[in-house]
């Protein structure tokens, strides 16, 4: 049985390898430290934030509590976005810790 020859294929242009796009430069891995932020320093902004917010519910339930404030529902809010960027803190950093585990329990 006799194999059919493969017609040639059309002449195709020299491939030149894709241009990045234009736009910030890469913080993936081995980048090293370019302008991007590191993972650090961004935890530590966040836990900033948090430790901000705890003492601006502090403040708000004191005034509260010697009359200085006279809106509860204010002082409401404050504390219970407090409570509740406190949690997410929690949970994220539980997450962590079981992806840090899980990690160590991986077989090489």
């Given amino acids: 049985m006799p194999i059919p020859a493969i017609p040639s294929l059309p ?7 894709p241009t990045p796009a234009p736009g910030p430069p890469s ?4 980048s090293g ?3 991007g932020s590191s993972f650090g320093s961004i935890l530590s902004g966040e836990l900033g934030k948090l430790d901000a917010l705890q003492q601006q519910a502090s403040t708000a339930s004191e ?13 409401a ?25 899980e990690l160590f329990r991986m077989q090489v």
């Avoid at 913080?27 to 081995?30: E, H, M």
């Avoid at 005034?63 to 002082?75: C, E, K, R």
């Fill in 11 to 17: 002449s195709i242009g020299p491939v030149t390898p």
């Fill in 27 to 30: 913080t993936g891995p081995g």
């Fill in 33 to 35: 430290s370019g302008s």
């Fill in 63 to 75: 005034q509260l509590a010697t009359g200085q404030a006279t809106d509860v529902s204010t002082v």
């Fill in 77 to 101: 809010m404050e504390v219970e976005r407090a409570s509740l960027a406190l949690q997410l803190a929690a949970q994220v950093r539980n997450k962590a810790v079981e992806a840090y585990q």
